[in-house]
């Protein structure tokens, strides 16, 4: 029965790649091919060992269909193309890290496959903007395109292709390193566009760009980044990381022109101050935001993250690792879930959901206080929505723990772990006080720690438990 076709509409391979055979996979494939619609055959390496015998059969028998992946699968170039000959009807085609392939796959996909409205080709060495004109020239419904470290980029002709067209919602650039600010400024306002002499911007049809990554273009300054300044307003996303030139004021006008923007990455700009963080906490985008990375920015600290962590209301994950913030983030942060637990929907089982994840490790302001009052208000009664925390990796076994009962619904174990580790924290902080009773504050050191590990390890119900044998007689 499991070869019966009819039953492989959808043969995604990405969850047992690693366990299935060629020849079973070869097979499913063969009888399979003319119901299949969505092939994903991510990471299937063994498929070379029967290719070259039934690859012929496989290519004749998948013909009709509209998603198709082959990323880090191992398939030569030859059998790439028959299948890109073989459906016209494709509408997703993933081709990601494949460095076999050149453009003459780009032409077929141009020449074929006019449908198509998602296509990945990041980590395709071979690859350039050449192949890339005649897709974009040829496939009007072109949606999603990700070109992650693909060559020629700087090609003005192309970019203005793209300008022209304006039908991209989503565009991927990183690693792009010969992209520059006259790039961007193409791809955006096209060529010698007309000025508006009150704003002194471009006078342009608005973009239609929902997500950009420029993560890694390291060409771009603040001059190009300016230009997407009331020229993107449908933005939802934009990766800015590692652009190590942007400063304040490349991003305080994107932040006054993109109502809609939900995720925002500019991890390691080490030019960015505070100022950042508060005109994004009073920009129209914050009653929507999701999604901050702010790790590595070693001058961001409280007095912007604050505002940020009070304005947006909505968001859901939050990387603060390697910077300025304090305990204070942290409490802010938990008294902010706590505001809006009324309104989280309840599940049908009752139990509390993570509501906000934080990564504050490697802060060196974070304490174990503000770590405890993070734990201490996930296990309040009625939650319907808790933080996760990745912190000092000294407190996160305790941390995982702790997450872990309440995820199960058992408060009261959880309170007793956090009470038993705050105790623990207190003698170890005392026992490195100078002074008398040194001997006796180092004795309640060891006790607290073995409290604590039996309640760790063992758990509300008496698990497995840490062995006491009073260590080795002879040392």
Known sequence: MCFDGQLWRNLDTEEYYQKIPATSLTKI????????????????????????????NITDACRNLEYFSLEGCRIDRSSVHYFLLRNPRLVHINLCGM??????????????????????????????????????QLCPRLKDLRAGEVKGFDDKAFLLELYNRNTLERLVLSHCVDFDDECLQVLIQGVDPEMDPLTERAVVPPRNFRHLDLSRCTALTDKGIDTLAYNVPKLCGLQLSHCEELTDSALDGIFGSTPQLTHLDIEELDNLTNSSLQNLAKAPCASKLQHLNISFCENLGDSGMLQVVKSCQQLRT?????????????????????????????????????????????????????????????????????????????????????????LKGDAKAASRLERKWADYMVANEEAGAQGAGARRRRRRLREAAMVHADEEEGGPRGGRRRARSGGCTVM
């Open 29 to 56: 494939m063969t009888k399979a091919g003319p119901f299949v619609r969505d092939l994903n055959l991510r990471g299937c390496a063994q498929m070379p060992e029967s290719w070259g015998q039934d690859g012929q």
């Open 99 to 136: 460095k076999g392939l050149t453009n003459s796959a780009l032409r077929i996909i141009g020449q074929n496959c006019q449908l198509l409205e998602y296509l990945n080709i990041s980590w395709c060495m071979n690859m350039d903007t050449r192949g890339l004109l005649r897709v974009v």
């Open 318 to 406: 939050l990387f603060m690792d390697n910077t300025r913030i304090s305990d204070l983030v942290l409490t802010e942060a938990a008294a902010q879930v706590r505001a809006r637990d009324h309104v989280a929907p309840v599940l049908p089982d009752g139990l509390p959901k993570v509501g906000l994840h934080l990564v504050v490790y490697d802060c060196q302001n974070v304490t174990w206080t503000g770590v405890r009052e993070v734990l201490s208000r996930n296990t309040e009664p009625n939650r319907r929505e808790v933080i996760s925390l990745k912190c000092f990796y000294g407190y996160q076994d305790t941390v995982n723990e702790h997450m872990k009962r309440v």
